[in-house]
Every structure is written in structure tokens, then in C-alpha cells.
């Protein structure tokens, strides 16, 4: 254990442990599946079939693989893989939370604003540029987008209150 | 010769002016996608996909079939630069690529992956203008039976043929055609598994799978492994393009190898990674420097190229003539088919001429451009990946977020977006393959449906799968690729047996 410890340079939640996750998360997708089907009718009508019957089939065969890649994963001896260290995970966890926020607010501010923040964020935060360089590319992204989408292959995108003051 | 004469018809839509413009816009794009690490070209071709929103069917197709190329050949510069493959098909290329980069060799095998990924391809096009038409005119006959045992086919070769655990491959399918079912059922009309959610009323896109599963995800694991690119200098100049060009007609033999190969793993939806690989073991056990492989061979250069690119061109075989895409991308271009408002399958063909024909010359003149394009402009490509990782991760989430958003004007498909990505970078770490879950999306109701059909013409019995040679011979050869890994275990112990015997 302690090998693997100094391997991967810390501590982190173990392979075996998510692999174990992975399988009980789709085997409730398949559960709330199944409980769907069941509610609109897995058997038989006049027309033939109900809406259910083919969903849920498809979640069963999810129950069995998902009950099949647990015992295998059980009887396998565990090596004491890590599935990432802490410091790994706080990697993708910088990245995770600014999207999650970006995603979420750019129905209320607009696409282009929400990107030229969230560029900024991620240079000068993860990039430690300089302010001057971080805005700037902040900047151009979005306007260069403003011209693809919206002007030249006429795709309207999400817009915020400084797009409507600027008339768009 | 009816073909031929509609092969010409396509070149002349092809090479409009505005059409040559969309190929070269098309393959500078793809070629980018295909060097940024979390942009391959599923995605890639899933987030421009907006833009042809307004374009004609005819137009649009051929701009992403560029992009689709471009990507391709980009993946083998960040291989040969940079040991770092762009594209999982080019993982193979690394192995003797990037030794000869090491030696000052980076401007040979640049052109050996070039010219070998342009063979493979022109290999296959040519395949697909001689067999599509054929298989497209033999499909027409199909009936609900046989097309569901076409994609029941093309889902066991899935998961016996991939190198993941079969029963992951398995369950990441079961929950795309799960997803796939969310919403409107086709048939009845009804609402199910929606839970009274209105925003789950039409289901999951499945563009905004593959921009979640694909680009948000392969970011995420790009973020965790803390790439840094120290790469080789490219110089190309034409004296060295011709030097080589001398030198390849002499693996003829390994080209042609590799390119059929490469057709037969991409028409069946193992795709272009897995035949790379095949093409890599065979040529390195057949070859008289097989023991050089490895340390800087132009063989083992020549070799994966050939077969991916052979078999990334020819998995739009069976999405052209029968509507099963043969890789993710391929169901991307399907998807892409749907919304411009052509139906895909078999009927395309006598339909929708102009459109098929047009995408077959613009897969001659794309392989031509893009391999013009990438000899000339490859230091130009390489620059693009000494861009830090902190400006280009923000730039790709922004073009992930406006593609998603695009598909429906929704906004709630970009949190969808940002779910797949941790969905799939968690199955990505725990090898369940994202290829079938995505095909399960878009095929779901088009599978659905087929099923159910010809469950009704058989009042519910499966015998309807076995009712003629035709249906029964597709659902064996799916049987057969379903339970392949286990055959091919008991023939080599049978084998292993009757040489035992011999020898005694």
C-alpha cells in the first residue's frame, strides 16, 4: 500500500472504491428505470407493446452487467490502486466548479459575458497570467464567437442585460 | 456504370466554389480539433455542428466530413511532435513516431503518416463508391426483422470485439438506449420516464452526450494527468516530402494490408482505434525489422495510419447505405442528417442523390485538400499545442458550452453537458467504453421501433429473428460476434488439444 502511496505522490480515494460507485450509480439509474417502465406498462395491448416494455428490458440487462461487474470486481484481489490522488482530484475539481457555476449563470448574464469570465478566471487563476493578458484573451474569445455565430452563420446564442444596453 | 456517371455528378456539386471553401474551412478546423487535447473529432464535429444549421443538407455534410478528415490527420502530429496522441487512433503512431522525431526524422514520418492516412482513405472511398450503392439497393429490401438484426449486429460486435471488460461495454450501452427511450415513446405516443420533469419531455440529446462525454470528460482527465507539451520541431520542406514519397511504394504490400484491415474493423463498429493497433502487431510480426519497431521504423508509421484512416472512412459505409454509423463520429454526421432533414438508410440513395454523391467526390477532393493542407501547414498546427493547457481548457469549455446550447436553444442541455463530462470521466477511469453508449442514444428509437415492429407482425414471439435466411443469417453473425471472445477460446484450446494429440 504504501508503494502505491509513493507512486502516485499522495493519498486518494481507492480505485476498487469508485469502481464499486460507478456500478451502484448505474444500478440505480436502472432501478428508476425499471420503476418508470413499470408505471406506463411493460406488457402487452391492442397496438402491441407498451411504452414500457422495451425500457425495461434495457434496465434489467443494465441490473445484471452492473451485479456482474460488482462480483468481479469483489473477487478480485485488491491491489491497492488509487483511483487519483487528492491532488489530482483537487486538479479536476478546478475545473469542475468554475463550469458548474458558468453553466449555471449564463441564462442570466448572457453567454459572452459568462465565457470572458470564466477564461479570465481559469488564466489568472490556473495560468497565473498577468491581468492585461488574461482580460485580453477574455475579451477577444467572446467577441471573436459574437461574429462567428451571430453574424456570420446566423446562430443566436444566450444574451444577458449588457447585450440588450448594447441593442442586440 | 449508372455510379460513375452519378460520381461525376457529385464532383461537380463538390467543386463549387462555395463548397471548396467549406472543404478548406472544414479540414483547417478538423486538423485543429484533431491536435487540442479534449476536442476529438466526435465532439469536434458534434460542436460545429450549429453551424450548418442554415446551410443545404449538400454543403453542410461536406464541411463536417472535412472537419472528420482534418481530424484524422491532426491526430498524427501531436503524435509524432509531441508523443502525445490527439486522437485515441493514433496512440500507435506514437510508438515508432515519435522515436523518429527524437532522431530528426520528425519531417519523414510527418509525411510517412500523411501520405499512409491519405492511401488508407482513398482505399476505402474507393470501397465505399463500389459497395454502398450495392449494399444500399440490398437493404432497400429490408424489413423491420432485418433491419433490427443489423443493429443487433452492429451492437454485439460491440462487446465482443471491444477490449473492455464485455459486461462494461454492455452496461454503458443498456443506459444509452435507456436514455435514448427518456421522453416520447414513437410508437404509442406516450410519455415515460420523465417523472414529470418537463425538461426531460424530449429526452436526452444525444449531441450533448457526445460533447459531455467526449470533450467536457477528456478535459477533466487531461486537467488530472497535468499534461505539459514539450515537443519536437516540425520542418517539412519538399525535398524530404519527395525523398519519402521515393521510399513508401517499396511497403506496398504492408499498405495494402493495412488497409484492409482498416476497412473491415470500420465498417464493423470496432473502429479506427482497434484496427491501428491489429495493423501495428500484424506488421511488426511480418516484417523483416519487426525488432526495430518500436525504436524510429517508417513501417511502424506507415502501418497504424493506413488502417485508421482506412477504417475512420470507412465506417460511414454502413451509415450511408443502411443508417448504422460505424463510429462515433459517423452516428455524429447521422445525427447531423436527422436535423438538416433527410432520413438516413438505405433510401438516401435513390433520394437524395445529390446529397450521397456529394459526400462520396467530397471524401476524394477532402483527403486531397487535407493532405495538402497538413503538409504545408504543419509547424503552423504544432504551434497551436504550445498554447498552455490554463488558456485552452477555458476557450474549449466556452466552445463545449455554445455547441450544447445550440443544438435546442436550451439551456438546461448545458448542465446536462456538464453531467455527462463528470459521467464520463468517471467511466472513462473505470474502462466503460463511451462509443456504444452514444450509438445506443441515437439508434435507441430507430432499434425501438424495429423491435417492437416485428414483434407485432410475430404476435410476440422472437421467432420473427429467425423467419427467413436473410434475418437468421445477420442475427447468427451477430450471435457469433456477440460471443466471439468465448469461440475464439475454445478453438485455440481445441487447437491447443489436437497438437497436443499430434504430438504424442
Given at each position: 500500500?504504501?508503494?502505491?502511496?509513493?507512486?502516485?505522490?499522495?493519498?486518494?480515494?481507492?480505485?476498487?472504491?469508485v469502481e464499486i460507485g460507478v456500478a451502484v450509480f448505474m444500478a440505480a439509474l436502472a432501478l428508476i428505470g425499471v420503476y418508470g417502465s413499470l408505471k406506463v406498462g411493460i406488457g402487452w395491448a391492442d397496438e402491441g407493446p407498451q411504452a414500457g416494455f422495451f425500457p425495461f428490458y434495457i434496465s434489467l440487462l443494465v441490473l445484471i452487467s452492473c451485479a456482474v461487474n460488482l462480483v468481479q470486481t469483489f473477487t478480485k484481489s485488491d491491489d491497492g490502486a488509487l483511483f487519483a490522488s487528492w491532488a489530482q482530484l483537487r486538479k479536476v475539481m478546478s475545473v469542475v466548479v468554475p463550469t458548474a457555476i458558468y453553466v449555471f449563470v449564463l441564462t442570466y448574464i448572457g453567454i459572452y459575458l459568462a465565457s470572458a469570465l470564466l477564461i479570465a478566471t481559469f488564466m489568472r487563476w490556473l495560468g497565473r497570467y498577468?491581468?492585461?493578458v488574461a482580460i485580453g484573451v477574455a475579451v477577444l474569445v467572446p467577441v471573436l464567437t459574437f461574429f462567428m455565430f451571430e453574424k456570420w452563420f446566423l446562430v443566436p446564442l444566450p444574451k444577458g442585460p449588457i447585450e440588450r444596453y448594447l441593442g442586440f | 456504370m449508372e455510379e460513375l456517371a452519378n460520381l461525376f455528378h457529385g464532383f461537380s456539386v463538390v467543386l463549387q466554389p462555395y463548397n471548396i471553401m467549406l472543404m478548406f474551412i472544414g479540414i483547417v478546423l478538423g486538423v485543429i480539433v484533431g491536435v487540442l487535447p479534449g476536442l476529438g473529432g466526435a465532439n469536434g464535429v458534434a460542436i460545429l455542428l450549429p453551424l450548418t444549421f442554415s446551410m443545404s443538407p449538400t454543403s453542410a455534410i461536406i464541411m463536417l466530413s472535412c472537419i472528420y478528415w482534418g481530424a484524422l490527420f491532426g491526430g498524427a502530429i501531436t503524435s509524432i511532435l509531441f508523443n502525445i496522441p490527439g486522437e485515441p487512433w493514433s496512440v500507435a503512431t506514437t510508438f515508432d513516431g515519435y522515436p523518429m522525431a527524437q532522431q530528426g526524422r520528425a519531417g519523414e514520418a510527418l509525411t510517412a503518416a500523411f501520405t499512409s492516412s491519405f492511401v488508407g482513405a482513398l482505399f476505402a472511398v474507393i470501397m465505399i463508391t463500389l459497395v454502398a450503392p450495392?449494399?444500399?439497393?440490398?437493404?432497400?429490401?429490408?424489413?423491420?426483422?432485418?433491419?433490427?438484426?443489423?443493429?443487433?449486429?452492429?451492437?454485439?460486435?460491440?462487446?465482443?470485439?471491444?477490449k473492455e471488460p464485455p459486461f462494461k461495454t454492455l452496461a454503458s450501452m443498456m443506459i444509452g438506449f435507456g436514455l435514448g427511450a427518456v421522453g416520447l415513446d414513437q410508437v404509442t405516443g406516450q410519455l415515460r420516464l420523465t417523472f414529470g420533469f418537463e425538461s426531460l419531455l424530449s429526452g436526452f440529446d444525444f449531441l450533448i452526450a457526445v460533447i459531455g462525454l467526449f470533450g467536457i470528460g477528456e478535459i477533466l482527465l487531461t486537467m488530472e494527468e497535468g499534461l505539459s507539451f514539450r515537443g519536437k520541431a516540425a520542418k517539412i520542406n519538399l525535398k524530404i516530402v519527395f525523398q519519402t514519397w521515393k521510399e513508401l511504394p517499396r511497403y506496398w504490400m504492408l499498405s495494402l494490408r493495412s488497409c484492409l484491415i482498416g476497412c473491415w474493423m470500420g465498417i464493423s463498429p470496432a473502429g479506427a482505434t482497434p484496427a491501428s493497433?491489429?495493423?501495428?502487431?500484424?506488421?511488426?510480426?511480418?516484417?523483416?525489422r519487426g525488432k526495430n519497431f518500436g525504436k524510429g521504423e517508417i513501417e511502424g508509421v506507415v502501418a497504424p495510419e493506413t488502417a485508421a484512416h482506412a477504417a475512420g472512412t470507412a465506417a460511414l459505409l454502413p451509415m450511408i447505405s443502411l443508417g448504422v454509423p460505424g463510429s462515433p463520429t459517423a452516428a455524429v454526421l447521422l445525427g447531423g442528417l436527422l436535423i438538416w432533414g433527410l432520413q438516413p438508410g438505405p433510401l438516401l440513395f435513390t433520394e437524395q442523390k445529390d446529397f450521397v454523391w456529394g459526400l462520396i467526390a467530397s471524401m476524394y477532393m477532402g483527403n486531397i485538400v487535407g493532405l495538402i493542407v497538413v503538409l504545408t501547414c504543419v509547424p503552423i498546427f504544432a504551434a497551436i499545442l504550445r498554447?498552455?493547457?490554463?488558456v485552452?481548457?477555458?476557450?474549449?469549455?466556452?466552445?463545449?458550452?455554445?455547441?450544447a446550447y445550440t443544438v435546442n436553444n436550451n439551456a438546461f442541455d448545458v448542465?446536462?453537458?456538464?453531467?455527462?463530462?463528470?459521467?464520463?470521466?468517471?467511466m472513462k477511469k473505470t474502462n466503460y467504453p463511451l462509443a456504444p453508449m452514444v450509438l445506443a442514444i441515437v439508434l435507441g428509437d430507430k432499434a425501438e421501433e424495429s423491435f417492437r415492429q416485428s414483434l407485432l407482425g410475430s404476435q410476440g414471439s422472437l421467432s420473427a429473428f429467425w423467419a427467413n435466411g436473410l434475418v437468421s443469417t445477420i442475427m447468427t453473425l451477430g450471435l457469433i460476434a456477440l460471443f466471439w471472445p468465448i469461440l475464439q477460446g475454445l478453438w485455440t484450446?481445441?487447437?491447443?488439444a489436437a497438437g497436443l494429440r499430434a504430438a504424442q
Open positions: 500500500m504504501s508503494d502505491a502511496l509513493n507512486e502516485s505522490g499522495g493519498a486518494g480515494p481507492s480505485h476498487r472504491g498577468r491581468w492585461s | 450495392l449494399v444500399a439497393n440490398f437493404a432497400l429490401r429490408f424489413g423491420p426483422a432485418e433491419i433490427f438484426s443489423v443493429y443487433f449486429l452492429a451492437f454485439c460486435s460491440f462487446i465482443g470485439l471491444s493497433f491489429m495493423s501495428y502487431g500484424i506488421a511488426k510480426r511480418i516484417s523483416k498554447i498552455p493547457f490554463s485552452i481548457a477555458p476557450i474549449i469549455l466556452v466552445l463545449c458550452a455554445i455547441g448542465v446536462m453537458m456538464l453531467v455527462f463530462g463528470i459521467a464520463g470521466y468517471f484450446r481445441l487447437r491447443g
